[in-house]
């Protein structure tokens, strides 16, 4: 007997539904696998070194999340493409030491990305940014998932709504608009302290969005190019953005037991945003290299204050040059 259209459509969906759950499964094992590779180590020191990475951005973040998390409660989901990284750093301080940030295409929830979230047992995601509703409602239809949109009409408003969220913050780091190299430097920083990081005009100004969330303690990174100055902020910046990222690191205090290493140009920044979190739990320094570790201002500095037994980490593949140090 020929079986109806009905039944055809019932077992249709259920291959579906299957060949779904396999691929997922696939997918969060060999993001696993890739979570943390040994790369060379320091020879002439008892520190340790190990790599964190997967085959792309997205697999990236997952290896960072299951490196610092076996379970959690909440996770930052964030746009992966270059021209919204931003949301990803602004969300650094709500992920403080207790959320992995993931990223998603804007209009699809990453398969990766959704693996990872059932694998860690995630209750609530905060959707940050430039993500479409149908990212949300697929976060929605997850069981026992709900997604909390910080969303504004533009990224300062997007700041301060993920400001909001903050209690009690310490103090305020602030950014020019365009100015994500310079601000990857405080991210892990800014999640660790409970510092919020609000965007502010060319002219030092605060949208008027953002200026209830501006703190006792305020700081400007990056040049007066990119913000003037703020009465009482104090600015931290450098020639270019290693030169900040070892202005932050002296202007600072971080553990050394830990290190984390990102690429530092443009096509790879996503990498350190995605460590800030897992950074933050050991109130660890991320440092900004170029491949080739050329661009490394802050490395010989760092290396004298390591701890004799400390692990120091590299975010991403293999264009994340070994010779960094």
Known sequence: MLRTDTSIREGNSKMKRNTTRKTLATLALACMAMAMTPFNALADSQVTSARIFGADRFGTAVAVANTGWTVTNTAILAPADDANMIYALEAAPLAGKASPILLTDKNWLSAATQAELVKLGVKNVYVVGSIDQTVVDQVN??????????????????????????????????????????????????????????????????PASETAYKGANTYIIGGPTLVDNIPGATRIFGADRFATNQAVLNAFTYSYNHVYVANGTDAHLVDSLVASPLAAMYNAPILLTEPNGSGTI????????????????????????????
Do not use: E
């Open 141 to 206: 239809a997850m069981s026992g998932v709900t997604a909390i949109v910080l969303k504004g009409a533009d990224r300062t408003d997007t700041a301060a709504a993920i400001a909001s969220k903050l209690i009690n913050p310490a103090g305020s780091f602030v950014i020019g608009y365009s100015a994500l190299p310079d601000a990857l430097s405080i991210a892990s920083y800014a999640a660790a302290n409970n510092y919020s990081i609000l965007l502010a005009n060319p002219d030092g100004t605060l």
């Open 298 to 325: 802050a490395s010989v500095s760092t290396r004298s204050r390591l701890d004799p037994a400390a692990v120091v980490t590299a975010i991403g593949g293999v264009t994340m040059s070994d010779f960094w140090w």
